[in-house]
């Protein structure tokens, strides 16, 4: 094998590759002689066919693997020859065009671009601010306040009152279009019904409203006209509705028979959990707060020059993204959105470069076990389903690969965050999610999470 | 004598019919060592002919035919018997030192 260099500019190299013909018909033979141990061609019994006939009908086919394999292996060495990390797959282009005769040299001219070399920051000057907020009282007070609603009973009201928004109605009702179609599902027994809620047709709710028990009600009402079943929207109807029984909402207490009904020991150990809960989520608030600040320091302290490729790539699939997304908000992309894209990218693809140097430099890897708790993870993430999620996960093993890249660059970020100087910082929670809202839009900041994890997984 | 070796042999129409086609297989390439060809023939073939249509066709000289002939087996179905096409085969020996690329040419 031959290597020389054709061109050196910036970040591209242009290699020509040589490799001489005995090589490959080396290595054709060999292959056919492994094929030949299970193929099958009459007359001959499996693994005494003889060469030349192997050669006639396999040939052709081994040549084209061979000439793959080999174009594979020679790019490896030339690049390990010369030193190259490539940034993306080298671009091969055959000497002959696609034709390839028996005989001759394999020449080809590759083009790669390099990984830029630089020099990464000393991390230990990395000084960077945490936001903490701390979970009040005040939070707290309104979770429960939730819970208890939700969790609110409906007790049977003795005396003998009109029905009231809020109050749970318990009823038989029979109705028919008012050209005298009845389906079923237009009937029913015994429904729980509650007042103002907007479970039933518009109107259906507010025409019960004020009716007492044993009083019968004709509610007339019309179907909405998006309503699901294509024969009864927009049609007028009239449901004949008995009133059985009115069942008003009871003041659920945040005590310990709440706790209990939930599942917990008295009302303290349920405070804790819910206190434990949101505490988990603002850390996770903060953890992506100061993710994002880290990221912006590494931005702003490196620069060097990029491999046109990569951010070329990035590029695209964020215009591609953003195209899409607009397309559902039914606007057209502009040019000047495009061009706003265009420093995301940049920065995309040089965090990947960074947060890869920094993990290679230190060896940072993903351990196998790291990847099965992710997945199982993910695998709790839908309940009762567990098993077929991690079926999934076994028979699609590229999809296990997606994970690597988050877990990398979790670690790698929490190595630099070893070796930052972090200084936490009380914040209140409105700060900690007012700011994490912008990060959500589609154009500005959001981007640089995903983007060295998409990097990595290429 | 001398004369009539020298001269190209004639090919007829009728030599194409005399060799039906090359016979490959793991026995047929044993004798390729010793530069003996195979081939598969008409039964009523004979070994002048066959050695005439090698000559003339293949333009090499052929020291030795030997043929076989195969008897096609006789098998019964539904009790009425029946029997299978007779084959011959015709091994050609070539002079020393010459070739026929038959069924392993590239």
Redesign the interface.
């Known amino acids: 094998m031959k290597v020389s260099v054709l061109k050196q500019d910036g970040l591209t190299r242009e290699l020509e590759v040589t490799v001489p013909a005995a090589t490959i018909l080396k290595n054709v033979e060999a292959q056919l002689v492994i094929y030949g141990q299970k193929a099958k061609i009459p007359?001959?019994?499996p693994g005494?066919i003889?060469m030349?006939?192997l050669?006639?009908n396999y040939?052709r086919m081994i040549l084209g693997e061979v000439l793959d394999k080999t174009v594979q292996d020679s790019m490896a060495n030339a690049l390990r020859e010369q030193d190259i990390r490539p940034a993306m797959q080298p671009k091969i282009a055959l000497k002959d065009g696609e034709s390839f005769d028996e005989g001759k040299d394999l020449v080809y001219t590759m083009t790669v671009e390099v990984l830029p070399t630089f020099e990464v920051m000393d991390l230990s000057k990395v000084d960077i601010e945490k936001p903490v907020a701390k979970v009040e009282d005040k939070v707290v007070q309104e979770t429960l306040d939730r819970v208890a609603k939700s969790n609110r009973n409906f007790v049977k009201v003795e005396s003998d009152r009109a029905a009231k928004l809020g109050d749970v109605v318990v009823v038989d009702f029979n109705g028919q279009t008012k050209e005298g179609v009845s389906l079923p599902g237009m009937s029913g027994k015994d429904m729980n019904v509650e007042l103002g809620s907007g479970q039933l047709i518009p109107g259906f709710e507010d025409q019960l409203v004020g009716q007492k028990v044993g009083g019968h009600a004709h509610v007339d009402v019309t179907f909405p006209a998006d309503y699901g079943v294509n024969e009864l929207a927009g049609k007028p109807a009239i449901f004949h509705v008995d009133i059985k029984e009115i069942r008003e909402a009871a003041e659920t207490q945040i005590d310990n028979a709440l706790a209990e009904k939930l599942g917990f020991e008295n009302i303290d150990t349920l405070k804790d959990a819910v206190v434990k809960n949101i505490a988990e989520d603002y850390a996770q608030l903060s953890r992506l707060r100061l993710k994002r600040g880290l990221l912006d320091v590494l931005d702003s302290h490196h620069s060097f020059e990029l491999p046109k490729g990569m951010v070329d790539m990035e590029y695209d699939s964020i215009v591609k993204q953003m195209e899409q997304e607009k397309k559902q908000a039914g606007e057209e992309i502009t040019q000047a959105d495009k061009d706003d894209l265009k420093p995301i990218a940049e920065r995309r693809v040089r965090l990947g470069l960074v947060l890869a140097e920094i993990g290679r430099a230190n060896k940072i890897e993903v351990q196998q076990e790291e990847l099965y708790k992710a997945i199982y993870a993910e695998a709790r993430k839908f309940p009762g389903q567990e098993q077929q999620v991690l079926e999934f996960y076994s028979k699609n093993p590229q999809v296990i690969e997606s994970f690597r890249a988050p877990i990398y660059e979790d670690k790698v970020i929490d190595f630099i965050l070893t070796k930052a100087t972090v200084t936490e910082k009380e914040v209140s929670i409105d700060d900690l999610t007012a700011e994490e809202g912008e990060e959500s839009l589609p154009t500005a900041e959001k981007p640089k999470k995903k983007a060295s994890a998409k990097k990595k997984a290429e | 004598m001398a004369k009539a070796k020298d001269t190209k042999p004639v090919v007829t129409e009728k030599m194409y019919t005399v060799l039906t086609s090359p016979v490959v297989t793991e026995k047929s390439m044993m004798g390729s060592q010793n530069g003996q060809v195979t081939f598969r023939v008409p039964v009523e073939a004979t070994k002048p002919e066959i050695k005439k249509a090698v000559e003339a066709l293949f333009e090499v000289k052929v020291t030795a035919v030997n043929t076989v002939l195969t008897k096609g087996k006789t098998k019964r179905f539904k009790g009425v018997l029946g029997k299978r096409v007779d084959v011959k085969k015709a091994i050609v020996t070539l002079e020393e030192g010459q070739t026929i690329d038959v069924g392993a040419s590239a």
């Open positions: 007359g001959f019994r005494k003889p030349p006939i050669k006639k040939g």
